[in-house]
């Protein structure tokens, strides 16, 4: 057996001196033993807990052995105690071990073969518990950790929300200047928010736990968004950035889109962060091959270069090589990092070389699959719309529940569904969203929709979509969560969740997710509206969001119509009590649209004109309009045109 440390406490020389012999047939000497003759230096030895077992002694003068085993957990020692006793009595066997004992040995049974036999199992039970021990450490560290991490990403996650979210309505109504100084706070929302997803994704991916996906990517989309979120910073610099592609590229492949953007964004950003002058390339090719094929990425860059002292170094967490400008020492110094696991867990790898003062080169590898039937085409990255810009919204027949506990976020995102014509409702925790929406059942006036944060107090958004499932509702209820840890969205799905958003929320992934879920929302049947119904016709989005909130303020249901072809569509699907309507349309005039509508032969809704100039009263009877509002609107004026249009059954 290995050298171990022994602790005999016997009072009696003779016992001692037996014992030390047997311990020197089993080990040949190679042990250490000390033997403890009395009371006060057995404690002062356990106190020490030096020792891997203890042989103890059950007659110790005027304190038996069991008293002293008691004693020895609060003096320290933690290791395993075997009892010798000169009685083969199982009384006094059973007291041992329930006073902690591993084992119990008769003296005049002790020999060899039991002796070695019970030292060998109380070292191994004393190893496997330290095992266990630090196992549960172990788990108990990570379960510390990830709950740090969640709470940590939830608690800035949430004011990014509201900064990013609010900079994205008010470049929709920015002129001149105010693009420029949002386009600057947006920027900066974003590379705030990337530092803290690389801190997260390095702890998730130390930990295990970091989610990998793979969805159908619009190819020549994802490149257009890197050029175009990097083209500024390039300009910035006065060096060119090039995307060189083949002459076809498939149209589609399948991978992790966030993760194949994040590398990319993490090279590029630093090869431009790193070229002071002339350019930096990216050169795309994907085998021809199926289902699985390898999509390859060079950047290539002009810039300062990396010492060969510095490559092995390079894809290690916290490194920024030495003697750079420390203008350019901005970031963790962990995007390379996260950069090749993702990409060795994407079945691929990053290699690098450079010379000092000449350049780099970092060659992206990843394994994608591509549809049986994909298309190949040329891509041109000027023609895409950015994902970075502000887009126009679509139109949708909705009526969507936003229940969350931070207010600013709640306003925002209602903000935005406005701005798509959704009727929006609000919830400011769990249980008044599980009110709210069986209230709304119960009245025929169902939302077809709920977006529900996961952390809300009273009740949380699992614990609401749970109780919302259990009582009937059936409709998409979308998950809106700032946690990022592996098994959030697992977790969200099996509560009932429909679907799930991270935030910050991202209002093109926002907008896809609720036409994704709308699609398969079953059709409800035309019931009577809580509100009178308005159709708003006006072509400017922005004039559009702001009298539609003007409206829905002074008790109207609104919808919305950009083109006289909504509106008509609009008015086929459902009869409104009142229509204002823009005189011109992009499509049409409004005076011929409003005569379109009175051919229908429907005459129960007034049409009223909204223009920028007077219509006299000849003008006003020549024409299908009931009346007319003068723009800018006048909230007295408009009020009184509403009251007049406003059914009686509606009225209070």
């Not at 630090?134 to 990014?160: D, G």
């Not at 950069?339 to 080169?361: C, E, F, H, K, N």
Request: aromatic share 4%.
């Amino acid at each position: 057996m290995s050298k171990i440390r022994l602790l005999l406490v016997e009072d009696d020389e003779d016992d001692y001196i037996i014992t030390r012999d047997l311990l020197d047939d089993i080990a040949g000497g190679d042990y250490r033993l000390d033997w403890a003759s009395n009371l006060d230096t057995a404690r002062e030895w356990l106190s020490l807990n030096e020792h891997d077992v203890c042989l103890m002694d059950y007659e110790l003068g005027p304190v038996d052995g069991v008293s002293l085993l008691k004693e020895a957990q609060g003096l320290g020692f933690t290791r395993p105690i075997i009892m010798l006793t000169g009685q083969d009595d199982e009384r006094l066997d059973q007291l041992a071990l329930s006073a902690g004992a591993v084992d119990y040995l008769v003296k005049s049974y002790l020999t060899q073969s039991r002796l070695a036999r019970a030292i060998r199992y109380a070292v191994a039970r004393r190893d496997t518990e330290q095992e266990r021990l630090e196992r549960l450490k172990a788990e108990s560290e990570n379960r510390a950790k990830t709950e740090f991490l969640a709470h940590l990403s939830h608690e800035l996650r949430t004011p990014l929300s509201s900064i990013l979210g609010y900079t994205d309505l008010m470049l929709r109504q920015a002129q001149g200047q105010q693009v420029q100084q949002l386009g600057v706070i947006k920027r900066n929302g974003h590379h705030l928010l990337s530092l803290l997803n690389d801190v997260l994704d390095l702890s998730k991916i130390e930990a295990g736990k970091l989610e990998m996906e793979s969805h159908p990517v619009d190819l020549q989309r994802l490149l257009s968004d890197v050029y175009q979120l990097l083209r500024v910073r390039a300009d910035d610099k006065n060096i060119a950035l090039r995307f060189e592609l083949p002459p076809t590229l498939p149209e589609e492949v399948k991978t992790d889109p966030t993760r194949l953007r994040q590398i990319l964004l993490n090279l590029l950003g630093n090869a431009i962060k790193f070229t002071h002058e002339g350019e930096v390339r990216l050169l795309v090719s994907v085998e021809e091959q199926t289902p699985v094929s390898s999509l390859r990425c060079q950047v290539m860059d002009t810039g300062v270069g990396i010492g060969p002292d510095f490559l092995p170094h390079l894809f290690k967490p916290f490194s920024q090589a030495p003697g750079t400008d420390s203008n350019n020492r901005e970031g963790t110094g962990l995007g390379l990092a996260i950069s090749r696991q993702l990409a060795q867990r994407m079945g691929g790898d990053i290699q690098v070389a450079s010379t000092p003062g000449q350049g780099s080169v970092f060659t992206l590898e990843v394994m994608v699959e591509l549809p049986e039937a994909v298309a190949w085409r040329s891509f041109d990255l000027q023609t895409v719309e950015s994902a970075t810009q502000p887009r126009q919204l679509p139109t949708l027949q909705a009526r969507i529940l936003i229940a969350d506990d931070v207010e600013d976020l709640r306003v925002m995102l209602g903000q935005i569904l406005s701005t798509m014509s959704i009727d929006t409702a609000f919830a400011e925790n769990g249980e008044q969203a599980v009110a709210q929406v069986l209230a709304a059942e119960q009245e025929g006036a169902a939302f077809d929709l709920v977006l529900m944060d996961v952390q809300m107090p009273k009740l949380n958004g699992l614990e609401a979509t749970a109780q919302l499932r259990q009582g009937g509702y059936d409709k998409p209820i979308i998950a809106l969560t700032a946690a990022t840890m592996e098994g959030e969205r697992d977790r969200c799905l099996q509560a009932g969740c429909s679907d799930y958003l991270s935030k910050p929320v991202d209002e093109s992934a926002l907008v896809k997710c609720i036409r994704r879920q709308l699609q398969t929302r079953p059709q409800r049947p035309q019931q009577a509206p809580a509100n009178p119904v308005l159709l708003l016709v006006e072509d400017d989005h922005d004039a559009a969001a702001m009298t539609r909130l003007l409206l829905a303020n002074l008790g109207w249901e609104v919808q919305v119509a950009h083109s006289g072809q909504e509106a008509l569509q609009h008015y086929q699907q459902q009869q409104p009590d009142l229509i204002l309507m823009d005189r011109g349309l992009p499509d049409c005039r409004g005076d011929d649209l409003a005569r379109q509508i009175r051919e229908l032969g429907v005459n129960a809704t007034r049409i009223v004109a909204l223009s920028g100039s007077e219509l006299s009263r000849a003008e006003l009877n020549a024409s299908a309009f009931d009346d007319h509002l003068l723009k800018p609107l006048d909230l007295d004026v408009i009020r009184s045109v509403l009251e007049q249009a406003r059914p009686k059954a509606a009225a209070v």
